[in-house]
């Protein structure tokens, strides 16, 4: 799994790639407003461990990214503003290591600068993102969400 993330006028995008065996199965492109990078990043985390927990012959995810510091609040049992992001976070691993007893998570840092392959290509994709907003106050998660809910309750 390689994730990034960045801000970019005030849009952050979140960008994860998972791999298996350097294929890539999985692509996910996520932004919102008025977040900061850490807030970015860590949902990407938590977006890749989520999918990656719920393929089927997984037991062994690596998270690859550039912010090994925020990968590292998933495990700060202090009081921090990501604490609801952590709980989903914990509950996904918990999951994944109840359905075998090896399985296996393990976070590496790589530096944008590195220029390993899998990570240059996300990191590319991701500053090469730019997302032209219509609407800024219905161009986010909350917003999206809040319109899939009112669409279920509607029909």
Known sequence: MVTDASVKNNIASSIVHIHIHNKP???????????????????TI????????????ISKIIVVTNSIYTAKKIFDPSSHPLQKQVALILNDLRDFFNCHYENIVEFCKCPSKSKWNLH??????????????????KNSWDFSKKSECNNIISN
């Open 46 to 57: 938590r977006c890749g461990i989520n999918q990656a927990s719920h393929l089927q012959n």
């Open 120 to 137: 240059k290509y996300v990191d590319i994709e991701n500053k090469s993102f730019n997302l032209t907003l219509l609407l800024p106050a």
């Open 25 to 43: 199965i999985v692509k996910m492109l996520h932004h919102a407003i008025n977040i900061m990078s850490t807030e970015a990043e860590f949902f």
